[in-house]
């Protein structure tokens, strides 16, 4: 069983829906990420999340530690969010929980169609 | 554009070869990682350095070695290469070890 999982897998949107992205894992972590990866191949940064909530224009992330789950919210979605996020836990039995050592999920591939 | 400059973009190259691949971070940032995602193993920590130093080691070959000089940048080297090592590598850097980290464009290994 993979440490963080991430559902669903794929998922295709109409431009203008709702998005959710859910993401679980089984380690104790010191902070989780959500990145953005794009056709091209490149990883952006969306979200690092220790506790709570936190929002980025239409990209919304929350939280919850003692269920050991996290979700990423899209607000009106847009072909152009069309990626594959991934998320990522830095775990606490791993450095201390450095940046470094983090667990990445498979990701989910988004798919918003005009 | 996060600042983190990777080369080269891709790089095709033949079974058994040695490869250097280059990492520059963002202005100011200490820590540099790297990062190897293949198709069927998703994305695995490699290695981490911080100021010159390894901090960290993730899921790294003995044929993979990384570096870091004092102008910060990185080097990874992969060597006797396999095809199995075709996959994106990525480098990222941060400020200091544990915060946010930023991506760099990664560079594509395809091993022939």
């Keep these: 069983k993979n440490e963080v999982e991430q559902s669903p897998q794929n998922l295709t949107a109409q431009e203008g829906e709702f998005i959710t992205i859910n993401c679980s894992y089984s380690v104790g972590i ?3 990420h959500w990145l953005q990866q794009h056709p091209g ?3 952006v940064s969306l979200f690092m999340l220790s506790s709570g909530k936190k929002k980025h224009g239409r990209l919304i992330a929350t ?3 003692q269920e050991k789950h996290s979700s990423l919210h899209i607000t009106a979605s847009h072909p152009r969010d069309s990626a594959v996020y991934i998320c990522a836990v830095r775990s606490r039995a791993i450095y201390g929980g450095s940046q470094g050592n983090l667990i990445f999920g498979k990701g989910t591939k988004l798919s918003v169609k005009p | 554009d996060s600042g983190v400059t990777q080369t080269p973009k891709h790089l095709i190259t ?3 070869q040695r490869v250097t691949l280059r990492c520059s971070p963002r202005s100011g940032d200490l820590s ?3 990062y190897q995602q293949s198709l069927d193993q998703g994305l695995q920590f490699l290695i981490q350095y911080y100021n010159g130093e390894e901090r960290a080691k993730g899921n ?3 044929r993979f070695s990384a570096q870091q000089f004092p102008d910060l940048h990185s080097e990874l080297n992969l060597s ?3 095809l199995g090592d ?3 590598y990525f480098c990222a850097s941060s400020s200091l070890p544990d915060t946010e980290a930023f991506f760099g464009q990664g560079t594509r290994l395809t091993v022939v």
């Design chain 2, 32 to 34: 540099v990682y790297w």
């Design chain 1, 63 to 65: 939280i919850n530690i």
């Design chain 1, 30 to 32: 010191s902070a989780l």
């Design chain 2, 80 to 82: 006797s290469l396999e």
């Design chain 2, 86 to 88: 075709s996959a994106l």
């Design chain 1, 41 to 43: 191949g490149g990883i």
């Design chain 2, 14 to 16: 033949a079974t058994g």
């Design chain 2, 60 to 62: 790294i070959l003995e």
